[in-house]
T-cell receptor, first 111, second 114 residues
């Protein structure tokens, strides 16, 4: 089975901190994605990457950046955390043509 | 209009009931379709892909109607363990610039009661 691992299940950060969320997949998938999920808003795509060092903005990229230095790792960076970035963050990977495999999520609280 | 829309429910059904969810999509270039299941405070997990001819996996049947741009999920003989949120997901042609990114519906909440 494909495994997608997110480094933290729960995080509490202060407003203004720089936050790194890490995601690693072990099946050599080309495509990796970061979503956030909020009640009433569903899953919204922040950024995605289709190859090493390649990235594309999703629907809500403001306040976020990403890094993909190696194929298996896709990092989401909150440059200066704000309270409206409190959310569940889900990483996923996918081989083109197949469905996503999600990590178990990181519940981030910004105080 | 949202790209992918689902009736959020909630659907409350007794054990043994048959329940159906629909999901409409707006992009006629969409090529890949999926149903995901999400349990409370867990990540979504792939339930099944949806193929043009329709497909079945045990008690679950998925259908695609390209002309009307919707997909459906039918659950027969509902079990208590089917209680979850069901998300539909749609991808545009991966040969374009979308690189296979999925757009999700907001999810339909199903509760199966004794």
């Amino acid at each position: 089975d494909v495994k997608v691992t997110q480094s933290s299940r729960y995080l509490v950060k202060r407003t203004g901190e720089k936050v790194f969320l890490e995601c690693v997949q072990d099946m050599d998938h080309e495509n990796m994605f970061w979503y956030r999920q909020d009640p009433g808003l569903g899953l919204r795509l922040i950024y995605f990457s289709y190859d090493v060092k390649m990235k594309e903005k999703g629907d809500i990229p403001e306040g976020y950046s990403v890094s993909r230095e190696k194929k298996e790792r896709f990092s989401l960076i909150l440059e200066s955390a704000s309270t409206n970035q409190t959310s569940m963050y889900l990483c996923a990977s996918r081989r083109t043509g197949s469905g996503y495999t999600f990590g178990s999520g990181t519940r981030l609280t910004v105080v | 209009r949202k790209e992918v829309e689902q009736d959020p429910g909630p659907f409350n059904v007794p054990e043994g009931a048959t329940v159906a969810f629909n999901c409409t999509y707006s992009n006629s270039a969409s090529q890949s379709f999926f149903w995901y299941r999400q349990d409370c405070r867990k990540e979504p997990k792939l339930l099944m892909s949806v193929y043009s001819s329709g497909n079945e996996d045990g008690r679950f049947t998925a259908q695609l109607n390209r002309a009307s741009q919707y997909i459906s999920l039918l659950i027969r003989d509902s079990k208590l363990s089917d209680s979850a949120t069901y998300l539909c997901a749609v991808a545009a042609n991966a040969g374009g610039t979308s690189y296979g990114k999925l757009t999700f519906g907001q999810g339909t909440i199903l509760t199966v009661h004794p």
